[in-house]
């Protein structure tokens, strides 16, 4: 065996120092997928080679997965081991919900990453890499899971640091509300050193009983610039006789560890949850204009010392008119203010106003906020007592007043093939139907054949229902040209977070009919695993698409088409 030594001298004589008295370099790297930006990932990967460190460990969501097409699957993650096959150190994976989303992708992972938790030591320091992918608290982990990491911290309980890492940071919804958390219980009695996590694609930091936690930032991952005022970053550890300095890096600048602390972001959080509160939306009509009304909303300063010392001021196109466009707002720290304005636009209406104030948030720091005016349709489903035959035709009377008047994903005149969308129910069933034009049927796309495989991808509809607007619960259901389904349930958390249970399945009677220059699709919905049923006057917050892939695009009933309920219109029931 050879032993490698480092001579330093000094003025006394010669220093003789080993290996394990070096000081140990490694980076953590963030999420990558979630909406991948080109090129970031690849980046940020020749910057970390370039400072050499001893090894990396990612923190998940290496892949974009969430199909069940096995395929696909491994595609991507051909596409990812080439993109790591330069580096020259070790890297170290943690799975991530896009990396193993479903049961159905653990045989995969294991095949490309390894083992879905494990441990490792490296000099006199013990990292273990936890499996957090398809669960969403410490509570619901699988206790063989937990056993094992019990056991492999007490097995290695000498070692002078613990380094835990992990996808989601459950921390946050736990320790940093003040609440117990399983997994910091049995860190903090096996002195573990500091824990990573990602998720988030944000970064921030926080101490817990002598732990340091730190949320990785965005190494791919679509993410925008708070609160750190940079967009994507990776952390660079250095651990050195009894420090440990964690230092988040983005093109070559080093903020502290914590200059970002975790009630900074939390203050974030709630202002955009809350900073501003509509009374209601800007409604559009039908030929995409908005006739002369009130906007009224409350501003809030939710900070506890300091007081909102600013002004609101509104910047819109020439189609929109706002007045005024520039409001002064002074505010005591837990004061909030009403404001009316009066608002108009011709078509197009979108993008809408875009209101900006800045908020005082931690320390001597502000929050320049922006939001959009928020902008709603409104439609009426119709009551049958003679449901429609589920057989793709769309004959029967029930079918009325389709909607046709739809946008394009930019907000201009929709660039899709003409579609028409259908609405109605009786007391124990929603009735939803779609008539797609398409001048090439030889160029649909239904390449997903199996339940919840990416039927998002192909020529298909998509809804985003929320049945009761006090619940935080939003059920999105896709079918492609063929009748393929992909659904789950999506919960918002109060931060507007969101957590998809991809393992919901709804029960649906569906059929999809291919005709002359078009394809239909008509289905049958039961109520009672909504957990409700519909009576008149009945209000769900609703969003709906239809994707043509020929075209490269999609017709939206409004924009942006995504998970929070608060971007949704309205369907009034008959």
Known sequence: MII????????????????EDLPMHFAVIGDRTGDAQHGVYESILAEISRLQPEFIITVGDMIEGYTKDQTELEKEWLEYKGLTSTLTCPLYFTPGNHDITFDDALEMYIKYAGQPYYSFTIRKNHFVILDTSRWESSEELPQEQLTWLRADLKKHNKAERKFIFMHKPFWYLTLAENKPDALHTIFKEYGVTAVFTGHFHLFFSSSYDGISYTSVGSSGGACDERPAGYKYSYCWVTVQNDQVQIAPIKSNSVLAWDDVPVTLQKAMDKIEQDGFHFHEPVFMLDDFSVAQTKLTFDVTNFNPVRKLEGVLSISMLEHWKVVPDRF????DPGQYQTITLEVAAQPPVFPGPRMTLSFPVGGDKDYQYEQYVPIARKLLCYQTTVPPIIDGHLEDKVWRAGISQLLSPDGQKMMTDPVTFYFAHDPRNLFLGAYCHDKDLSKISTHAQQRDAAVYLDDCVGYFFQPDPDQDVVYQIYINAQGTVFDQKIVVAEDGRVNADTQWDGTYVIKTRTGEAAWAVEIAIPLDQFQTNVSSGDIWKL????????????????IPINYNPKTYGFMVME
Not at 6 to 18: A, H, N, R, T, Y
Not at 550 to 557: E, G, P, Y
Request: proline letters at 3%; zero cysteines.
């Open 543 to 558: 969003n709906f698409r239809r994707k043509q892939t020929r075209l490269q695009t999609s017709a939206d009933w409004l």
């Open 4 to 19: 490698f030594s480092w001579i330093i001298f000094v003025s006394s004589g010669v220093l003789l120092l080993s290996a």
């Open 328 to 331: 002064p707002v002074v505010l």
